[in-house]
C-alpha cells in the first residue's frame, strides 16, 4: 500500500465520540439482568462442534501504576498473589470444563493485563501447562502475550517460549525520559533492547510495540525522536494508541499534570505525523491504531479478508469463538458476549462458592448479529461486497440497508469512500476514519444518548 497523507481538516470535521467496535453492540450495552442459566445453555449447544477457539487470559498484576493507565488492574509488588491468581484461574477452567468439546482445537491464545510477566518465569510455566491440560492446541496456534521490558528477564522469555509463545507486545508508550517520569513508567532503551534481543533468540515471530501519543511534555517533535528510536528496534507490528484523559472514571489519571498535557492542535500534528512516517517507512495502516510490515500475519490476515477485531483490538483467525479466564476477561460466544467481574476478591469468592464468575453480558438478536458482521467486514477489510453479504446473511444487503447505503454522500465528496452498485470500498485516507464509516450501521448510537461516552473517532 502507498503512503497516506492526513488531512487536517477532514480530522477537525470527523473527530466526534464513537465506539471502538471491538464488539457490537459495544460493552456499554452489556447488563448485570443477564440470565446466567441461559448463558450456560449457550456455551454447551456452542459446544456442539469442533470449530477452532482463541483463548484469552487476564492476568491483572503490575508492579506499579503507570499513571495514564485505562486496564483492569491491581498494583502489589507480592509475587505470591501470581500464584494464588493461577490456581483460581485453573478452578475456573474446571468449572467450565464440563461444558467445553475437548476436540476443539486452539488456534489462538492471548495473555493480556495488567502485567502477564508480573509472573516467576516457573509460574507462566505452571500456568501454561494447566491451560494445555485443558484444551488441545494447533501446531501453528498464533499466542501472544503482552510483556513490560521493565522488569523482564530472560528467564521470563524462555518460560514463555516453552509454553508455546511465538508473538509478543511489548509497552513502549514514548522513549523521551521527561514524558516517562510525568506518566510515572521509567524505561530504558537498554531495557526494550534486551528484550527485543531475548525475544528474538527465542524465535517469536512477530513483535509488537505500543505507543502513546498525547501524553505529558509531548510535542510532534518529540515524537517524532520517539518514532526514530522505535523504528531502529524494527518491529513487526506497532499499536499507537491516542491518549484518553478521562480523570473522572480512572481516577490515577488526576496524578498527571493537566497544564502539561499537549493541546489538541499538537495532538493532531502527532497524528498526521504517525500515520505519515510510519506508512512511508514500510508499515500498512490495518486502521484504527495498528500498523503492520506486509510480511506480518496481520497484513496478511487483512489481504486474504481472514481479519478479525476483537477486544484485544486487530487479531488474526476470523470467525473463532472467544473464551476468556480471569478477573474482568470477555468472552464472545456466537451470539453473545459475557465479561467476568472486575473485582478480584469477588472472584475469588464466587469460585470457592463454586458459582458463576459472569458479571454482565448481552445476547444479540438478528438485527445484532447482521450488523455486527457488516460493521466487523468493513472495519477488517476496508470493503463491503454486497452480494457475497447478501448471501452470507440471508438478506438483500442493498434493501437491508438501503438507508445507511444512501447516507455516504458528503463522506464520498470528502475522498473517505467509494460506491457502486456492487460494493462500498474504503479508500487509503478513509482507512483514519474507519470508525465514523462503521458508525452508519449502528442502529444504537441512533437511538440512545451513549454516544457521548465514547472516545474521539480520531
Avoid at 261 to 270: F, I, R
Avoid at 424 to 453: C, H, Q, W
Wanted: charge should be negative; charged fraction near 25%.
Amino acid at each position: 500500500m502507498s503512503h497516506i497523507d492526513v488531512d487536517l481538516d477532514l480530522v477537525r470535521k470527523y473527530n466526534v465520540s464513537g465506539p471502538r467496535y471491538t464488539s457490537y453492540p459495544s460493552a456499554l450495552h452489556f447488563s448485570e439482568d443477564i440470565d446466567q442459566r441461559d448463558i450456560y445453555s449457550r456455551i454447551a449447544k456452542n459446544n456442539a462442534g469442533n470449530s477452532p477457539l482463541s483463548l484469552y487470559f487476564h492476568l491483572p498484576f503490575c508492579y506499579s501504576l503507570c499513571w495514564f493507565c485505562g486496564c483492569t488492574q491491581v498494583i502489589t509488588k507480592d509475587q505470591d498473589k501470581g500464584q494464588v491468581y493461577i490456581n483460581y484461574l485453573d478452578r475456573e477452567m474446571k468449572r467450565m470444563a464440563p461444558l467445553m468439546n475437548e476436540k476443539r482445537p486452539v488456534v489462538q491464545m492471548h495473555w493480556g493485563g495488567g502485567t502477564p510477566t508480573f509472573l516467576r518465569p516457573e509460574q507462566i510455566r505452571s500456568l501454561g501447562e494447566i491451560i494445555h491440560s485443558y484444551f488441545r492446541f494447533t501446531p501453528d496456534a498464533e499466542v501472544g502475550v503482552e510483556v513490560d521490558p521493565r522488569r523482564l528477564t530472560q528467564k521470563h522469555v524462555q518460560a514463555l517460549h516453552a509454553t508455546g509463545f511465538n508473538r509478543a507486545s511489548l509497552g513502549v508508550q514514548d522513549v523521551n525520559p521527561k514524558v516517562q517520569k510525568a506518566v510515572h513508567r521509567i524505561q530504558t532503551e537498554e531495557q526494550n533492547e534486551n528484550t527485543l534481543n531475548w525475544l528474538r533468540q527465542e524465535g517469536f515471530g512477530s513483535i509488537n510495540i505500543d505507543l502513546i501519543y498525547g501524553l505529558p511534555h509531548q510535542t510532534a517533535e518529540s515524537f517524532d525522536k520517539t518514532l526514530d528510536a522505535v523504528l531502529a528496534y524494527q518491529p513487526d507490528r506497532l499499536a499507537v494508541f491516542n491518549y484518553a484523559h478521562v480523570p473522572w472514571i480512572k481516577p490515577a489519571q488526576k496524578l498527571l499534570d493537566d497544564d502539561a498535557l499537549p493541546a489538541a492542535e499538537e495532538k493532531l500534528a502527532m497524528l498526521k505525523l504517525i500515520i505519515e512516517r510510519l506508512t512511508r517507512s514500510g508499515y500498512v495502516y490495518i486502521g484504527m491504531d495498528h500498523f503492520a510490515r506486509e510480511d506480518d500475519e496481520l497484513a496478511i490476515a487483512q489481504r486474504n479478508k481472514e481479519l478479525q477485531r476483537n477486544f484485544q483490538g486487530y487479531s488474526t483467525c476470523g470467525g473463532t469463538d472467544i473464551y476468556a479466564f480471569g478477573m474482568s476477561a470477555i468472552s464472545q460466544v456466537n451470539d453473545m458476549y459475557y465479561q467476568n467481574t472486575k473485582d478480584l476478591q469477588h472472584y475469588y469468592d464466587q469460585l470457592d462458592a463454586d458459582e458463576s464468575t459472569v458479571a454482565k453480558g448481552y445476547l444479540l438478536n438478528s438485527d445484532d448479529i447482521i450488523r455486527r458482521a457488516t460493521i466487523m467486514r468493513l472495519m477488517c477489510d476496508m470493503e463491503l461486497n454486497f452480494d457475497i453479504l447478501s448471501k452470507q446473511l440471508n438478506i438483500d444487503f442493498r434493501e437491508y440497508f438501503r438507508d445507511e447505503l444512501c447516507s455516504y454522500d458528503e463522506m464520498e465528496d470528502d475522498g473517505l469512500v467509494t460506491i457502486d452498485e456492487d460494493d462500498l470500498k474504503v479508500t487509503p485516507e478513509g482507512r483514519l476514519f474507519i470508525r465514523n464509516i462503521a458508525m452508519r450501521f449502528d442502529t444504537y448510537l441512533r437511538e440512545s444518548k451513549k454516544a457521548g461516552r465514547y472516545s474521539k473517532t480520531v
